[in-house]
């Protein structure tokens, strides 16, 4: 397994594990977004013999790094692939010097959040009706120790 940056080009990768994953999708431009701003946006892929079986977005703040997206191919799961991004994520703080990462998460999403507090994330807040009406959002950070 290998994680690496993206790039455009997996970009219908990205979106095809997106589909697979989520009841509402990103649209393509969100992901070009976030891949295409180099100096501010961010993404990591999970590559697999060539295949992108997951990826991470994300955006650069001036202290802090804020996931904005992570999945996994449903035939890729368990695999420890999100931990990976994830840790690939903290090592892009790590080199900036980042503080901290934010997210938000789905309450109702217990393997992620499983995984967020499994790896030193903290839930430090709500946002209510973040997914839609009756879909709240748990806020996570974790702090960064740099070195």
Partial sequence: MLIRR?????????MA???LCYDHPWPRE?????????????GFVAEDEG???GFLTGMMGVDEFLLHNVAVHPDFRDRGIGRKLIEAAEELCLENEFQRILLEVREDN???RHLYLSMGFE???TRKDYYGPGQN???YTKRIELE
């Fill in 17 to 19: 594990i997106e589909e």
């Fill in 123 to 125: 839930a430090v807040g």
């Fill in 51 to 53: 295949l992108v079986v």
């Fill in 6 to 14: 993206a790039h455009d080009e997996d970009i219908d990768q990205l």
């Fill in 137 to 139: 959002a748990y806020l």
């Fill in 110 to 112: 217990e393997i992620a």
């Fill in 30 to 42: 969100a992901f070009e977004e976030e891949i295409a701003q180099g100096d501010v946006g961010m």
